[in-house]
């Protein structure tokens, strides 16, 4: 890589205007940052805790509730979202774990996914 390409990434990457993350050809395609983990871990929490919650973004807004399983009915979490170009969406799942660990985990992926969703809205 030339001298010059390298400082354009290098200025794009430390620019706190953009946001840039580094990558490289081997990188793996469905890697989740660290931080987008985080904002979905809190959310879980509060949403286990209060039934709804809210991840802020600078790409838009995940509004999620929840209606709690329990050992005779299935949980369901609700979705809504909207970009920062103002497009919404939204989307209801019938959840299949009943608590604990499965139940989180699978709360997490539906979670990132509406997150992940607002770069490509």
């Excluded at 805790?49 to 790409?59: A, F, K, L, N, Q």
């Excluded at 509004?63 to 005779?72: E, G, I, Q, V």
Aim: a neutral charge.
């Amino acid at each position: 890589m030339s001298p010059a390409r390298a400082g354009l990434i290098d200025s794009i990457l430390h620019d706190r205007r953009i946001e840039a993350l580094p990558a490289s050809p081997g990188d793996p395609l469905t890697r989740v940052e660290l931080w987008v983990a985080a904002w979905v871990n809190e959310a879980i929490n509060t949403l286990l805790s209060d039934g709804e919650t809210v991840i802020s973004t600078s790409r838009g807004t995940v509004h999620a509730s929840l209606k709690s399983p329990s050992r005779f009915r299935h949980g369901m979490l609700r979705t809504q979202t909207m970009d920062d170009n103002g497009v919404t969406g939204s989307g209801m799942t019938k959840l299949s774990h009943c608590g604990g660990k499965d139940l989180r985990e699978e709360i997490s992926f539906y979670l990132t996914v509406a997150v992940a969703g607002l770069v490509g809205a």
